[in-house]
């Protein structure tokens, strides 16, 4: 299984109640390779919620503890955020996934960019608390600004190969 940022698929769990679904990705989302996943709702934030951003630092300093994930009204949602990413791991080990297709930008999912912390639409570079986290497993992360079709299809074979690895393993048992 390839695991995707749920928003990217359609689902209206952005913070503002709207999703990011991309054409892309909805064009093979019958083959039923794509887990769904979001570590805000998994950490049982509302939708919708008041946004989010990480104060001085990238999802990696959050780990390190030298940065927290605040929302506009000045709640510290550290905890939540972590509890998320930690959440979408189990299911990425679960279904031993190796690929994570994740919103770019996002405090939890950003692969390349997130914003600065000051609610002022301004970028840095560095990745969200999830997507840092996955990283740390392992996981190879493409944001949806990466992927071309080319480039979707040979990940989804990757994964239809490694399903039929594993299928086979299981038979000879
Ligand atoms: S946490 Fe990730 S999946 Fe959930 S809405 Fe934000 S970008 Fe989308």
Not at 78 to 94: C, P, R, V
Request: with cysteine; net charge neutral.
């Amino acid at each position: 299984m390839i695991l995707v940022s749920a928003c990217l698929l359609g689902h209206k769990v952005r913070y503002d109640g709207g999703e990011n679904g991309q054409a892309l990705l909805l064009r093979y989302v019958a083959r039923g390779q794509f887990l769904p996943v979001c570590p805000e709702s998994a950490a049982k934030l509302p939708v919708p919620r008041p946004p989010v951003e990480i104060q001085a630092g990238t999802g990696a300093d959050v780990w390190a503890g030298r940065a927290v994930v605040r929302d506009a009204e000045g709640v510290d949602r550290t905890a939540a955020f972590q509890y998320g990413a930690e959440s979408i791991l189990s299911l990425a080990e679960k279904y031993q996934a190796q690929v994570a297709i994740l919103k770019e930008n996002s405090p939890s999912c950003g692969v390349h960019q997130i914003y600065d912390g000051t609610f002022c639409r301004r970028k840095i570079d560095g990745q969200g608390v999830a997507a840092a986290r996955l990283a740390k497993e392992g996981l190879r992360l493409y944001s949806e600004k990466d992927l071309t079709e080319e480039m979707l299809l040979a990940l989804l074979a990757e994964d239809q190969a490694a399903e039929e690895g594993q299928s086979s393993r299981r038979g000879a048992r």
